[in-house]
Every structure is written in structure tokens, then in C-alpha cells.
């Protein structure tokens, strides 16, 4: 599995439909803080700046994104 990564990391992807990635989530409030989340990574292209959008998660901050690991028979 691959290791943590921190959103300034996030690849710079050619279109506007970023591959999804695991995202832990950290704020936000309520039972969701803590948790790791399906998402997109996006990365502004008038700032530079990066920010995790976790699906289902409306509001809430995240730290950290990783690939989405392999399935147990490689898919």
C-alpha cells in the first residue's frame, strides 16, 4: 500500500476530472473527523494551491491523499 502523501504533493493532472484517491479527513466537525474518504485532489490553477474534496463530506478539510491501492488480484 502506498504511503501518506500531504495535499501539497497532489500530481498536477492535465484535465479537469482528477483520478479519485483516498483522503483522510481532519476537520470539519462531527463524527466524520479522522476518517479516510474517497475524493478528488484538485489543484487551482490561478493560485496553485491543492485541496481535497472527500465525497459525501460537504465542508470538511483533509491532510493527507493516497492512491487507491490495487485489489487483492491486482485491479
Known amino acids: 500500500m ?3 502523501k500531504t495535499l501539497d504533493t497532489a ?3 492535465p484535465d479537469m476530472d482528477p ?6 479527513v481532519v476537520g470539519g ?5 479522522g476518517c ?3 475524493g478528488r485532489c484538485y489543484r487551482s490553477i490561478v493560485d496553485g494551491s491543492v ?10 478539510k483533509c491532510s493527507h491523499w493516497m492512491p487507491i491501492p490495487k485489489g487483492p488480484n491486482g485491479e
Request: charged share 15%; aromatic share 16%.
Open 2 to 4: 502506498s504511503e501518506w
Open 11 to 13: 500530481p498536477t493532472e
Open 19 to 24: 483520478p479519485l484517491v483516498l483522503l483522510w
Open 29 to 33: 466537525g462531527g463524527r466524520g473527523e
Open 36 to 38: 479516510i474518504a474517497f
Open 51 to 60: 485541496r481535497g474534496v472527500p465525497h459525501g463530506f460537504h465542508g470538511f
